[in-house]
């Protein structure tokens, strides 16, 4: 068996020198917390006003960041649960609510617009969500102006309260604190997996079974509620709020700037940022007189321009003792918590029974249409349970279509699927694969600033039979290993070369605990050898755990070695189902691969009766 | 409501939205070609506007001619600005590059307008250019809106030509459909990129004096008028003039009906619900291409 090696994971040495330093750094922060509370009591005024703006600004900045840092998604309309979070529970206020009902109205309110406008906002990626998200913010601004009856408009809404910097103060730093535990939080559950998954690559993330609607809206209401809060003690401390403080467009961008100051998606960066340019800003306020707004803008540019992933991502920082502790990725953090404990090519996947009677997949007049284009033309074949297919045809047949049409990255124009008897029409791409298709990508797409073991570790996590980050991450090194990825076991994933790649894909198939395994073209670009091994690893998943795979290549002679039988493809129609040996001297095979001078030579009793289009 | 102001309120609203759409369509050129969402793109029409309102009342400068100096002005600046600071974060990874670009033009806009405030005052302007009416019996139209309609016209159509018949024009559209097989192809994608932006910007400059004619600009107007562009964009298509124009038209006629029957405060909502409205009923429709 090939995936029996010699590595041994080495349990690197940070866990250990961490533990040590854990402890300090819980001290260290309680210190701080505690000097913080002090300071009102301690402190004059103007010192207060001026850190409680920077706490709030981190509570802004961390939940941005959940979206942008952990999702993906940048938000430049974050700023508008800010304003509604603190409009709701000013005109609650006003209304004579109690103080922590109002607070409750503001979060609620503003959590329920959040998860209206997910709806249309997660229709748009990118660029296009970045412009929709800001748009909002003149919406709420004209709504804010015109809404008088409940707004006050332009005359703003005076709170019906007296001195609270204190007890806003000490609020905002409790609130502050939560939001760091979130951050820490997110990061060790499974949530915080299905963010980074999305981060890199929603559909692939649908493929190993991350559920992503749920996620994305339910990431976004968490942030605007954090983001509800701030306002609403923002608005409490100032006892005045109008349009323009809690909506424009000058004030609104702040947090984000802050956050990709110092860098996004790393623990440490908005707090510096927020920290850094907070100071900043109440220095240009204090020593400069007119152009903020211009001095602020120039900043923001220069930011954009020069380190739009934070400085302490630069190189320099690395090399600075203090500073690189706070620049550690969130990765960085996951210390090996176990050594490994079984030393074998054994993955922890059950034995499928297998019933060579029974099919697994069954496809009915499967069509796939592109405009006038037809991809794969009524397509129908069954595939037994513990077959192993090849599945051929010249470059542009049809075949990733078809995987595309059984994964669901396509939905298939016309015909039905139908898998261990369940029908596919209807159901998600995480349904399907959690159902048990696993597939690779021609071109592989594993999560590219995740590590190897994380990439892994996400399937496990969301399968049928979920498991805990902690279980995942330690039962990942088993696929791992049988990858022969241990060496890299801690490695980003788009550090690796190509073949490292597509074992890591393999590996990551595999951790979706298929019954069915789609391989596309895994074995292209490989050395004699390398195929070897593939072929070895194909064999034995179906030998030893039943897996039934269907596997696309062009390379007959690996076929060769480990296929039941070829579906061979062309321009989208079935031409051909049988043994290798008899369809390769099939006249229309021969002719599709080869040109019509090799189906001339071709040895005349070839040509047999070959099953063409399913029973 | 009588039949007059009805019939000014869409004469208005269609003008608008003419101006809307060569704005938008500007600003769709920009995205397919060089992948950049300009956010000051809207700013770069008030800050023109305000320049050619100054340039009529100070110098007493004719319309055509500041249109004419203006344009070209534009077309340098951003050409400079696209290499000085957009070019060099094509380099940076995705996540990078996008939140780089939006900072630096979200950085701009602020620059741009509270500099425009502090220099020529942050009140509306326009150019009060007043030339005599021309009567069909009851209805009188403004010779004035004539000219800028003609002045959309013959815009639309040199870009249309310009894109259609013209080198330049083909390799636009090559770089919009796909980047790296123009540039295979012999297409300078650098060159033509940085090209792109200036164009696209320089025709907000021509826009602009279009602009002022009619309708009051002020230093802080423009991200309205970007997210009013990016509504026409999401409901036109990318780089589609026609598309540009019949959603650009549609809105300035919302506009000035919701103004009419309801109230002109609201006006400036109309486009951000008509995107999300859009958004949710066809999700397919953002994105699409030439």
């Known amino acids: 068996m090939s995936g029996a090696n010699e590595y041994t994971v080495r349990a690197p040495s940070v866990p250990r020198m961490w533990s040590g330093s854990k402890m300090a750094g819980r001290l260290l922060g309680t210190a701080v917390i505690v000097a913080l509370a002090a300071m009102p009591f301690v402190g004059n005024a103007y010192t207060t006003t001026f850190i409680f703006s920077v706490l709030i600004a981190y509570i802004l900045a961390q939940s941005w960041d959940w979206v942008a840092g952990e999702m993906g998604y940048v938000n430049l309309g974050h700023y508008c649960f800010y304003g509604i979070g603190a409009y709701g529970f000013a005109i609650a206020l006003t209304g004579h609510w109690p103080f922590v009902v109002a607070l409750g109205f503001a979060v609620v309110v503003t959590g329920l617009v959040a998860l209206f406008v997910s709806v249309p906002l997660f229709r748009l990626h990118g660029d296009y969500f970045a412009f929709g998200t800001l748009a909002l913010l003149p919406l709420m601004e004209v709504l804010a102006y015109n809404l008088t009856p409940i707004t006050n408009g332009a005359d703003g809404v005076v709170l019906p309260v007296a001195q609270v910097l204190k007890p806003a103060y000490l609020l905002a730093l409790a609130a502050c604190v939560i939001t760091f535990l979130a951050t820490l939080r997110i990061n060790r559950v499974r949530f915080g997996y299905a963010l980074k998954s999305i981060r890199n690559d929603e559909q692939v993330a649908e493929t190993v079974g991350v559920r992503i609607g749920p996620v994305k809206r339910k990431v976004l209401v968490l942030s605007a509620v954090f983001g509800a809060l701030a306002g609403a003690l923002q608005a409490w401390q100032m006892s005045y709020i109008d349009p323009a403080t809690v909506f424009g467009l000058n004030v609104a961008l702040v947090p984000v700037a802050m956050v990709l100051f110092a860098g996004s998606g790393l623990r440490w960066g908005p707090l510096v940022g927020v920290v850094v340019l907070a100071s900043m800003q109440q220095w240009l306020l204090v020593s400069v007189q007119g152009y903020q707004a211009a001095l602020y803008g120039l900043t923001i540019l220069l930011i954009g321009r020069f380190m739009p992933g934070g400085f302490l991502r630069a190189k320099w920082v690395r090399r600075v003792p203090l500073l690189s502790s706070l620049a550690r990725e969130h990765h960085e953090y996951n210390g090996e918590s176990a050594p490994l404990t079984r030393s074998t090519a054994d993955l922890p996947l059950k034995r499928l029974p297998v019933d060579r009677q029974k099919p697994l997949i069954e496809l009915q007049d499967v069509r796939m249409q592109f405009g006038g284009n037809v991809a794969v033309n009524d397509i129908s074949l069954k595939i037994m349970q513990g077959e192993i297919i090849g599945l051929v045809g010249p470059n542009g047949s049809g075949k990733t279509t078809l995987f595309n049409c059984i994964s669901r990255v396509y939905t298939p124009t016309a015909g039905r699927v139908m898998f261990a008897g369940q029908d596919l029409s209807q159901l998600g791409r995480d349904q399907i694969a959690r159902l048990g298709v696993g597939r690779t990508y021609q071109i592989p797409r594993p999560f590219g600033d995740l590590t190897v073991q994380e990439n892994i570790a996400i399937p496990l996590m969301f399968g049928d039979d979920p498991l805990s980050p902690r279980d995942a991450l330690r039962e990942a090194r088993a696929f791992v290993e049988y990858a022969e990825l241990s060496p890299r076991l801690l490695a980003r994933a788009d550090a690796l070369s190509v073949q490292e790649k597509k074992a890591l894909e393999f590996a990551r198939a595999l951790a979706c605990k298929p019954r069915l395994l789609l391989v596309d073209e895994v074995a292209s670009g490989l050395t004699p050898a390398e195929v070897k091994r593939f072929v070895e690893h194909i064999r034995h998943v179906r030998d030893r755990y039943g897996i039934t795979v269907i596997w696309v290549e062009h390379i007959f002679s690996a076929l060769q070695q480990v296929v039941d039988r070829v579906i061979v493809l062309e321009q989208g129609s079935l031409i051909a189902d049988g043994a290798l040996s008899d369809v390769v001297k099939d006249e229309r095979v021969l002719r599709t691969y080869l040109g019509t001078a090799a189906a001339a030579h071709a040895p005349q009793p070839a040509i047999g009766p070959l099953a063409s289009g399913a029973a | ?290």
């Open chain 2, 1 to 290: 409501m009588s039949f007059d102001v009805l019939l000014q309120v869409l004469i208005g609203g269609v003008l608008l939205g003419g101006l809307y759409a060569l704005v938008a369509f500007g600003l769709s050129l920009i995205y397919g070609v060089v992948r950049i969402l300009n956010f000051a793109h809207g700013t770069l029409l008030a800050v023109s506007g305000v320049l050619a309102s100054l340039a009529f009342s100070a110098w007493g400068m004719q319309p055509l001619l500041i249109a004419a100096l203006l344009a070209p002005l534009m077309f340098v600046c951003a050409y400079g600005y696209y290499h000085l600071l957009l070019r060099p974060l094509t380099k940076r990874n995705h996540f990078e590059s996008t939140v780089g670009t939006v900072l630096v033009t979200v950085g701009t806009l602020m620059m741009l307008s509270d500099i425009t405030a502090k220099a020529a005052g942050a009140t509306q302007r326009n150019i009060p250019l007043r030339l005599p009416a021309i009567e069909f019996g009851e209805i009188v139209i403004s010779t004035t809106q004539l000219l800028i309609l003609a002045g959309i016209v013959l815009l639309t159509v040199v870009m249309h030509l310009l894109l259609k018949r013209t080198w330049f024009g083909r390799a636009v559209r090559a770089v919009t459909q796909d980047a790296t097989g123009a540039q295979i192809c012999g297409v300078q994608s650098t060159r033509i990129k940085a090209l792109t932006f200036a164009f696209g910007s320089a025709t907000v400059a021509i826009a602009a004096v279009l602009y002022v004619l009619s309708f009051p600009v002020d230093p802080y107007m423009g991200f309205g008028l970007t997210v009013k562009a990016f509504t026409i964009i999401v409901v036109g298509g990318i780089g589609n003039l026609p598309g540009a124009l019949a959603a650009g038209v549609f809105l300035g006629v919302a506009e000035g009906l919701t103004g009419l029957y309801w109230k002109p405060e609201w006006a400036p909502a109309i486009s951000v619900v008509a995107m999300l409205l859009i958004l949710v009923v066809f999700p397919k429709r953002v994105g699409a291409r030439i």
